[in-house]
């Protein structure tokens, strides 16, 4: 794989030792990184700290993907979570 290929992709889904990591090229808001960021949750794992993606970014991106696992996946944390928080996305809702 070139780097150009990889340069021109708007998702890379990528094998690490601990899961798959799936790395998206930024976009606009709401699910650009800066948003995104601040809305994060802080975790701990022994110790170390990293942010993951609160629920309304998850939401977000499970909606922009819209895969079957994912529209799976938004009616068990609707399940979980009651109402999902749902933010207008540029191309998908305007």
């Given at each position: 794989m070139s780097e150009e290929h990889?340069?021109?992709?708007a998702h890379l889904r990528v094998l690490t030792v601990a899961g798959v990591l799936d790395i998206v090229r930024g976009g606009v808001a709401p699910l650009d990184f800066e948003t995104v960021a601040r809305e994060a949750i802080t975790a701990?794992?022994?110790g170390?700290?990293?942010?993951?993606?609160?629920?309304?970014?998850?939401?977000?991106?499970?909606r922009l993907a819209d895969r079957p696992?994912?529209?799976?996946?938004?009616?068990a944390l609707e399940e979980i979570h009651g109402k999902l928080p749902v933010?207008?996305?540029p191309g998908l809702d305007t």
């Amino acid at each position: 794989m070139s780097e150009e290929h990889l340069l021109d992709q708007a998702h890379l889904r990528v094998l690490t030792v601990a899961g798959v990591l799936d790395i998206v090229r930024g976009g606009v808001a709401p699910l650009d990184f800066e948003t995104v960021a601040r809305e994060a949750i802080t975790a701990d794992y022994g110790g170390v700290k990293f942010l993951v993606a609160g629920l309304r970014s998850i939401v977000g991106f499970k909606r922009l993907a819209d895969r079957p696992r994912d529209r799976n996946d938004l009616l068990a944390l609707e399940e979980i979570h009651g109402k999902l928080p749902v933010d207008p996305i540029p191309g998908l809702d305007t």
